[in-house]
Structures are given as C-alpha cells and as structure tokens.
C-alpha cells in the first residue's frame, strides 16, 4: 500500500481506522493493486459470482464496487475516507437498531426498520452527497443497498 497513489490522509485513514467487518457488506479486507483500482475489500466467497469487492480510484481515491458476476461497477462513496464513516455509520447502526432485527414480526416492526433504513441513507447523503446522488440503483451502491436491506 506504501506506493498506492492516494491522498496521505486516505492512506492514514486505511491504516490508523481500519475497515470494519459488516455482515452482508464486508467480509474480508483484501488490499491488492489491480491495473486500473486498488482492491480494499470484499464480501462473499472470491471464487463465487454472487460477491462483489471495493475498490479505490488511483488519484481520487473514489470508492466503487465491482460486481463479480457481470464487472459492472456502482461508485460507493467519494473518498475512502467517505467510505470509512459511511461503514462505520451503518455497522454502528445495524449493531444497536432492534427495528432492524425485529422487522418481519408484523407491518409496524417493518414500517419502523424501513424508516430508519431511510434516516441512516439521509445521514449518508449528507456525510457524502455524491453517494446519493440521484438515488439511482442501477449506479449508486448504498441507495440500492440501503433500500433493499430488508429484503
């Protein structure tokens, strides 16, 4: 990672914060220089189609997701130091949410979770606006993530 070309602070961040381990979001940190990004992480098997891995910009240090089964990519965050607070914000909140857990006992245990799916991708929004975006699924990671953790 030393001769990684990222932004000092971004390659701190990596070091000093590490990247937390959130089920069904990140399984296990792999950094490796690819020819066009810097591999960060990833979640399900690496011999499986049905995974995908982070992977950082040279340069910019913008976050993406490169999905195994087609090569597609969605941009995640703008900055690993984005994407840092952007996982530790979720984890925080998956971990301590009873909403989350409880969801599928009846319609109101699922209003609630997805009202709070909902605060926690606003609090995204204004941590990194460009994560939102447009909240186009097809093109943004947590939008579509976010949206459809319950299901």
Not at 94 to 118: C, F, K
Request: aromatic share 8%; net charge negative; with cysteine.
């Amino acid at each position: 990672m030393a001769t990684w070309r990222l932004p000092k602070p971004q390659k701190a961040a990596l070091v000093s914060c590490g990247i937390p381990l959130i089920a069904d979001l990140v399984d296990a940190v792999s950094f490796n220089a690819e020819p066009t990004t810097y591999r960060l992480a990833r979640v399900g098997d690496e011999s499986s189609d049905l995974g995908w891995e982070y992977a950082a910009v040279p340069e910019s240090g913008k976050v993406l997701q490169a999905v195994s089964s087609d090569g597609s990519t969605k941009f995640v965050n703008s900055t690993i130091n984005h994407w840092l607070r952007s996982l530790h914000l979720v984890g925080s909140h998956l971990a301590a949410s009873t909403a989350l857990s409880h969801w599928d006992e009846d319609d109101q245990a699922e209003e609630e979770a997805l009202a709070e799916l909902a605060d926690l991708l606003d609090q995204i929004r204004k941590l990194d606006p460009p994560a939102f975006a447009d909240g186009n699924h097809q093109t943004h990671f947590w939008p579509a993530t976010l949206d459809r953790w319950l299901y």
